[in-house]
């Protein structure tokens, strides 16, 4: 390291990340001290202060390394803080922040209702920042944010909301583009319009019986699950779709044509309706007993002759149970017989738990038309 160039070494120590491993270059040498000044990345383990003497903190410590850091872009720090500590940290280090990753930890804790929205507003001295993911977070009150003019994704893992502080928090956030609520739960109605939005996960936790409605005229990508009402204005550029319900049943999904629709994922679906309205979508993604419900509601047998689902290419069916089997192969064998341009079906089999013999007639029935069709079809 001493034959090289000094702006070589600041280079290679500015690529540290771990906060473990920048304590101890900090230690080697002046010259290794004065590179930490470079580094732009910071990351603190959960585990990192699980063997700290008594007469130290992780919040004095943190302070320490982040004070003798310039230009930090990116921080995540999983190791417990308070929000005192993040207030001076987000002071030092906040206006040339572009990531932030926190875990919050105050989901459990209903006491610590206070600090949570005093975590919260803490963020705001980070008014840069471009993506903003927070674990584990205690949100019933709205956090009182100015508006984030470049945020573009906003990710909430773990979190206990309310439909309001929702609605007030994405208002300080108008053009992101990329959301995800994972693991939420408290919420009724939501509310999400937000005009640059173009990739949306959300995952709600609870009955299954919270509604939604979005007003993204630029989304592309949408996962919902945990809703049982779906509203999504203007989808004219939405092309994945997907959506469950692990809680309780889907009532209505509402978005309009979709025009742009390239692939789908659902629980509950009409088969001869939906391929008729939908003629441009070339993946389906197929789960379990929806092929018995797929059956009964129109006869595939006798569907007129000029039906065809013209550019479907790509399709996976998820089997877990033998019940309903001969209404499942029908659901199969017509996907086939009306798909003219398909190319790949993969049948995965997961799980069948069944003592009777239908089961082992089932999966005989899938592996006689696998042997039929061999070019298309594949089992896993």
């Known amino acids: 390291m001493d ?4 702006a070589i070494i600041q280079y290679i120590l500015s690529n540290i990340t771990n906060a473990k491993d920048i304590a101890s270059c900090n230690c080697v040498s002046n010259k290794f001290k004065d590179s930490m000044h470079y580094i732009t990345s910071v990351y603190f383990p959960r585990s990192i202060f699980d063997n700290l003497p008594h007469t130290q903190t992780p919040d004095h410590i943190i302070t320490q390394i982040l004070s003798s ?3 930090l872009q990116n921080l995540i720090v999983y190791s417990p803080f308070t929000a005192t500590a993040l207030d001076s940290w987000l002071l030092l280090v906040g206006p040339t922040l572009k990531t932030l990753e926190l875990r919050m930890d105050n989901l459990v804790d209903l006491n610590s209702s206070n600090e949570s929205v005093s975590k919260l507003e803490c963020l705001q001295s980070a008014r840069n920042l471009e993506s903003l993911k927070l674990w584990s977070v ?3 009150r709205s956090p009182n944010w100015d508006v984030f003019e470049n945020l573009k994704n906003l990710e909430i893992v773990g979190a206990k909301l309310e439909d309001l502080v929702l609605v007030e928090a994405l208002k300080s956030t108008p053009n992101l583009t990329q959301l995800v609520l994972l693991g939420c739960e408290g919420l009724g109605s939501v509310w999400i319009e937000l005009l640059e939005l173009e990739d949306c996960k959300l995952d709600f936790y609870g009955l299954g019986s919270c509604s939604l409605t979005i007003r993204a005229p630029k989304i592309r990508n949408l996962e919902v699950q945990g809703c049982n009402w779906i509203r999504v204005l203007e989808t004219n550029c939405l092309k994945n779709l997907s959506i469950a319900n692990n809680a309780g049943r889907v009532y209505m999904v509402e978005c309009g044509k979709l025009m742009a629709l390239e692939s789908l994922s659902i629980r509950e679906i009409d088969f001869v309706d939906f391929f008729k309205s939908h003629p441009k979508l070339k ?3 197929v789960h379990g007993a929806m092929f018995a419900a797929l059956c009964q509601k129109n006869n595939l047998k006798n569907v007129d002759s000029s039906f065809a689902i013209p550019c479907l290419e790509d399709v ?3 089997v877990r149970s033998p019940l309903n089997a001969e209404q ?3 659901t199969i064998e017509s996907l086939v017989m ?3 341009n398909l190319k790949k079906m993969k049948i995965k089999i997961l799980q ?4 009777h013999s239908s089961a082992d007639d089932f999966f005989e029935e899938i592996c006689r038309f696998r042997y039929m069709n061999h070019k298309i079809i594949s089992i896993e």
């Not at 034959?3 to 000094?6: A, T």
């Not at 069948?352 to 003592?355: A, E, L, N, T």
């Open 3 to 6: 034959s090289l160039p000094e």
């Open 69 to 71: 850091i310039s230009h």
């Open 138 to 140: 205690f949100m019933v």
């Open 283 to 285: 993946s389906f993604d």
């Open 316 to 318: 996976v069916i998820t």
């Open 328 to 330: 499942k192969m029908s």
């Open 338 to 340: 009306f798909a003219k």
């Open 352 to 355: 069948m738990k069944s003592g």
